[in-house]
C-alpha cells in the first residue's frame, strides 16, 4: 500500500511539473517597444536566445515558455530596433579624435588657437585636422595661410573643411607636396588670389596633400576604430555605413571583429581606387555577421558649403560659377559600367543638379526595372524638379536631415528661390521611391541620430528656427523617420532580413531610450538620452 501511495505522488507531482521550459538568454519586459515590423506594431516584451530575437509578445507569455539567464526591466522605457546610420564616415570619426577637433569654431581666430594649443601639447611633426566652417563666422569667406606660416614655418599645417570638401594649409604643407600657381589639377580647385596660393584647395587637390602625410601607424588606427566605436554605442548606434574606406582598414575592422574588440556592425563602401577596385571586384563581396563589404563610393561632386556641387545653371552667389563634378563623365560611366557587372552596389556622392542628373541617368541605363541592385545616391541633395521621376527602390535616395538645418541659413543664396524648391526635398523622394536610407554624414555633421530625428520631423534647428520650419512640406513623419534609420536603412544595405526591426530570427540589436521619441513633443526629441545599447542581445553601452 505504502509504495503504491509513493508511486501515485511521484506520478502527480511529474504530471504537475509540466514539460521543462526552452532554455532562453534574456527576458526584457515591461517596455514600449516598437518592432518597425511591416505592420509597425508594438509590444510589451521580448525573448532573446543566441543573439538573436527568439520571440515577441507579452512577459506572461514568455516567462510562461522559458527560462532566462538573465532579466531587463525596461521600467516601461521606449525600446527600438538597433539604429543604422546608413552614411558616416566611421573610421574618419575616429581619426578625428587623434586631431584637432576644429567643429563649432566661431572664427579663422578660435580656429588658429586650437591648432596652437594641440601642437603644444602633441608636439607632431604634421598638424592635421577638420571641423572648421567659414559659413559660420562673421566674415564668411575662406582663410588664407598667412597667420599659418607665420606661426608653423617648419611644421605642415592642414585643417579639412567641416565637409570634407575643402583644406586649408600652409606653405610648409604646399612645399612638402610640391604644390604651386603652375601644378596641374582636374576637378575642385587650388585658389589663388593676385597670382599667389592662399592655402585654400578643393576637393581632387586634396589628394595631394594627403599623400604626404605620414604614414598612420596601426596603433592609432585602432584607436581610433574603437574611440569611433565608444562613441556610436552611446548614441544608439549598432550599424554604420562607412562612406569610402580602404582595402587595409577594412581588413583591420574584420581582425578587430575576429578578435571581439569591435563589435558594431559596420557596412563597407570601399574607397573607389584602381587598387580597391581591381581587388573587391574581382574577389566579390564579403560578409560577415559584423561586416559587409558589397559596395563601391564614388564622388560625383563637391559640397555645397564650398561652392563644389555641380549646378546645371551657375549659382546664384558667384556669377559664372557651376561647381564641379570630380571626375570625366567618361570615367564616371565606366565605373559604372564595370560595377554593374558584378554583384557590387554603386552609391554615388551627388549635391547638385547637374552631378544628381548624371548619376540618375547612368543608374537607369545601367539597371533596368526589378528592386536587386539597390544602387544608392548619397545625398541627393539638390535635385531638378524633372529628375525625381528615376528614384525608386532601385535606386535609392540616402539622405541626411540635419544637412538640411545646417545648410538652411545659406542654401537659397547658393541656389536662387527657384531651385531651391528641388533641394532637401525628402518627402517629395521618399514619395517617389518609396523609402529613404537616414544618415548624418559625420563628423560632417554630429553623430546624435536624434538630432537626424527632429530634423527629419521638424525642420528647425534646436532654437526652433526658422518659425513654422525649413521648406516644412519636405518633413517626414515620425514613422518615416524612424523607418528611414532602421528597416529602410537596413534594406539599403541588402540586410532587411537580419536588422532593422526587431522581429524574430532578426540580431538582437535594440536600444532603449530616456523617453519614447514617437510620442514625446517633437522639441524635446534632441534632447534623448540612450539608456543601454545592445548588440547580440549583449549590452555594450550602459548610461
Known amino acids: 500500500m505504502k509504495k503504491f501511495l509513493y508511486l501515485f505522488c511521484l506520478l502527480f507531482l511529474v504530471a504537475s511539473c509540466g514539460p521543462d521550459k526552452e532554455k532562453a538568454d534574456l527576458l526584457v519586459f515591461n517596455a514600449t517597444i516598437y518592432t518597425v515590423n511591416n505592420e509597425f506594431a508594438k509590444a510589451e516584451a521580448f525573448a532573446v536566445k543566441d543573439g538573436k530575437f527568439l520571440e515577441v509578445g507579452t512577459s506572461n507569455d514568455l516567462r510562461n515558455k522559458y527560462e532566462f539567464s538573465e532579466k531587463i526591466d525596461a521600467e516601461d522605457k521606449a525600446v527600438y530596433p538597433g539604429l543604422i546610420d546608413a552614411h558616416a564616415h566611421f573610421y574618419g570619426l575616429g581619426m578625428q579624435q587623434q586631431r584637432v577637433d576644429l567643429t563649432n569654431t566661431q572664427s579663422f581666430k578660435e580656429v588658429v588657437a586650437k591648432i596652437v594649443e594641440f601642437q603644444e601639447k602633441n608636439k607632431v611633426e604634421f598638424i592635421a585636422g577638420r571641423g572648421w566652417d567659414q559659413n559660420d563666422w562673421e566674415v564668411k569667406e575662406f582663410p588664407v595661410k598667412d597667420t599659418l606660416d607665420k606661426l608653423f614655418p617648419d611644421t605642415p599645417v592642414a585643417v579639412t573643411r567641416i565637409d570634407g570638401h575643402a583644406m586649408l594649409v600652409n606653405q610648409a604643407a604646399l612645399d612638402k607636396a610640391k604644390i604651386n600657381t603652375r601644378t596641374k589639377f582636374e576637378g575642385g580647385d587650388i585658389e589663388q588670389k593676385g597670382g599667389k596660393l592662399t592655402g585654400i584647395l578643393i576637393d581632387n587637390p586634396m589628394m595631394l596633400i594627403e599623400k604626404i602625410t605620414d604614414d ?9 576604430l574603437m574611440d569611433a566605436q565608444e562613441i556610436c ?3 544608439g548606434l549598432t550599424t554604420v555605413d562607412d562612406a569610402g574606406i580602404d582595402k587595409q582598414v577594412i581588413e583591420l575592422i574584420d581582425s578587430l571583429h575576429n578578435s571581439g574588440e569591435l563589435k ?28 559587409n563589404v558589397r559596395s563601391v563610393k564614388f564622388y560625383g561632386d563637391g559640397a555645397l558649403g564650398s561652392r563644389g556641387a555641380a549646378l546645371k545653371e551657375e549659382y546664384s552667389d558667384r556669377q559664372d560659377h557651376f561647381g ?3 571626375s570625366p563623365v567618361s570615367e564616371f560611366k565606366k565605373t559604372a559600367k564595370r560595377i554593374a557587372k558584378t554583384e557590387f552596389q554603386m552609391n554615388t556622392h551627388a549635391i547638385g543638379d547637374s552631378a544628381n542628373y548624371l548619376v540618375l541617368k547612368t543608374y537607369d541605363s545601367l539597371l533596368g526595372n526589378g528592386n536587386e541592385r539597390r544602387w544608392r545616391v ?9 529628375d525625381f521621376k528615376y528614384f525608386s527602390k532601385n535606386i535609392i ?15 537659397e543664396d547658393r541656389l536662387g528661390d527657384e531651385r531651391i524648391k528641388g533641394a532637401y526635398a525628402y518627402k517629395k523622394l521618399l514619395d517617389q521611391a518609396g ?3 537616414l544618415g548624418t554624414d559625420f563628423p560632417v555633421e554630429q553623430v546624435n541620430p536624434f538630432l537626424t530625428f527632429y530634423a527629419s520631423v521638424d525642420r528647425q534647428d534646436t532654437e526652433n528656427f526658422p518659425e513654422g520650419g525649413f521648406m516644412r512640406e519636405q518633413a517626414l513623419s515620425r514613422e518615416e523617420t524612424l523607418k528611414g534609420m532602421t528597416i529602410w536603412a537596413a534594406y539599403s544595405n541588402f540586410e532587411e532580413d537580419e536588422k532593422g526591426s526587431i522581429e524574430v530570427g532578426k540580431f538582437a540589436d535594440f536600444v532603449i531610450l530616456d523617453r519614447d521619441i514617437m510620442e514625446v513633443d517633437i522639441d524635446k526629441v534632441p534632447e534623448t538620452k540612450v539608456i543601454s545599447t545592445f548588440v547580440n542581445g549583449e549590452q555594450v553601452y550602459k548610461n
Request: zero cysteines.
Open 216 to 224: 598612420i601607424n596601426i596603433e592609432t588606427q585602432i584607436k581610433a
Open 233 to 235: 554605442f552611446g548614441y
Open 264 to 291: 558594431i556592425r559596420l557596412y563597407a563602401m570601399i574607397s573607389n581606387t584602381k587598387k580597391n577596385l581591381d581587388y573587391y571586384l574581382e574577389e566579390g563581396p564579403y560578409k560577415t555577421d559584423k561586416l
Open 324 to 326: 564641379a563634378l570630380l
Open 378 to 386: 548619397e545625398h541627393s541633395q539638390v535635385i531638378d524638379s524633372a
Open 397 to 411: 535616395p540616402s539622405i541626411q536631415p540635419t544637412h538640411a538645418t545646417s545648410d538652411m541659413y545659406w542654401a
Open 435 to 437: 523609402m529613404v536610407a
